[in-house]
């Protein structure tokens, strides 16, 4: 088991992460906020940072003032700023569901419990909210990144006039940097002249990183989008073998390396030379976030 965080002194992070960098990986579970070290494909120590039941995370990276984790909790949306010690903190007390990058640094977009979809931005200097805009409504939201909300009655855009249906049925999650991406009951979606089929069945997660790169678990299989060209159908993804036997129920992206998180709490990461795991013990997966520390 990787040591725990309070036994790594902030100079042997600065060791570990090394050239490539330390990124965080925040994974949303029932029982809090797990959150574990990452150096390109090493992984490092790991460690509860928040207790609280945890539906989804994101980040939000800004220019000014320190990166935020937002993660949609039963009680509302909880905030900390990234760092060694993320105090998060809830900050309204709204049911929330899911929660994403609004797109640039523009806040986040925020779907609650009774389907109320809002955008929220927060003060420079910290934590604190410093607006909140309605949307609008969407019935049994369940995910939500960039500008996609994923719902029961399919996936809906965020825009300044509210929330637009843009299609589909049984949306269960979205990718919106890049490439439009939608998992759905049916299968696996790209929007060009409308949404067009990637792969048919069960599909039910999906992310992107906005430069080419995605990955989508459809029919319990991880599949990983391997064409440079710009091609998105059948043909340029290609099945991932992970290091476990285990279903896949969240993924996320950092710079240069791609998450997969299992139902049975097994991190696994891939920087470009095949993945490697560990074993978090963490049940009730809901969501992965990166965040870049240093």
């Given at each position: 088991?990787?040591?725990?965080?309070?036994d790594?002194?902030i100079?042997?992070?600065r060791?570990y992460?090394g050239?490539a960098?330390r990124?965080d990986a925040?994974?949303?579970?029932?029982?809090?906020i797990v959150r574990v070290?990452?150096?390109?494909?090493?992984?490092g120590?790991?460690?509860?940072?928040a207790?609280?039941?945890a539906?989804?995370?994101?980040?939000?990276?800004?220019g000014?003032?320190?990166?935020?984790?937002a993660v949609?909790?039963p009680?509302?949306?909880?905030?900390?700023?990234?760092?060694?010690?993320?105090?998060?903190a809830?900050?309204?007390?709204?049911?929330?569901v899911?929660?994403?990058?609004?797109?640039?640094?523009?806040g986040?977009?925020?779907?609650?419990?009774?389907?109320?979809?809002?955008?929220?931005?927060?003060?420079?200097?910290g934590?604190?909210?410093?607006?909140t805009?309605?949307?609008?409504?969407v019935?049994?939201p369940?995910?939500?990144?960039g500008a996609?909300v994923?719902?029961?009655e399919?996936v809906?855009?965020?825009?300044d006039?509210?929330?637009t249906?843009?299609?589909?049925?049984?949306a269960?999650?979205?990718?919106?940097?890049?490439m439009?991406?939608?998992?759905?009951?049916?299968?696996?979606y790209w929007?060009g002249?409308?949404?067009?089929?990637i792969r048919e069945?069960?599909?039910?997660a999906?992310?992107?990183d906005?430069?080419?790169?995605?990955m989508?678990?459809?029919?319990?299989d991880l599949?990983?989008h391997?064409d440079?060209?710009?091609?998105?159908?059948?043909?340029?993804?290609?099945?991932?073998?992970?290091?476990?036997?285990?279903a896949?129920?969240?993924?996320?992206?950092?710079?240069?390396?791609?998450?997969?998180?299992?139902?049975?709490g097994t991190?696994?990461?891939?920087?470009?030379?095949g993945?490697?795991?560990?074993?978090?013990?963490v049940?009730?997966?809901?969501?992965v976030a990166?965040?870049?520390?240093?």
């Open positions: 088991m990787a040591p725990a965080e309070d790594i002194s100079d042997e992070k060791v992460a050239s960098g990124t925040y994974v949303a579970t029932g029982s809090g070290s990452l150096s390109a494909d090493k992984i120590a790991f460690d509860m940072v207790r609280d039941a539906r989804d995370a994101a980040v939000l990276a800004r000014e003032g320190s990166d935020l984790v949609a909790t009680d509302g949306l909880s905030v900390a700023a990234v760092g060694d010690d993320p105090d998060f809830l900050v309204d007390d709204e049911p929330t899911a929660v994403g990058v609004a797109g640039g640094r523009d986040v977009i925020v779907a609650r419990e009774d389907g109320a979809v809002e955008h929220v931005e927060f003060e420079v200097s934590t604190a909210v410093a607006s805009t309605q949307l609008g409504s019935t049994d369940r995910a939500v990144d996609l994923a719902g029961a399919g809906f855009q965020a825009g006039g509210g929330l249906d843009v299609g589909l049925d049984d269960r999650d979205v990718a919106g940097s890049g439009p991406l939608a998992a759905t009951g049916a299968g696996l929007l002249n409308g949404w067009m089929t069945g069960v599909a039910d999906v992310a992107a906005g430069d080419g790169h995605a989508a678990v459809v029919g319990g599949l990983v391997a440079a060209g710009g091609e998105w159908g059948d043909e340029a993804w290609e099945a991932a073998e992970l290091p476990v036997d285990e896949v129920v969240a993924l996320g992206y950092g710079p240069g390396v791609s998450v997969a998180v299992t139902d049975a991190l696994c990461v891939d920087a470009g030379d993945w490697r795991h560990q074993v978090v013990g049940r009730d997966v809901n969501g990166l965040a870049v520390v240093e």
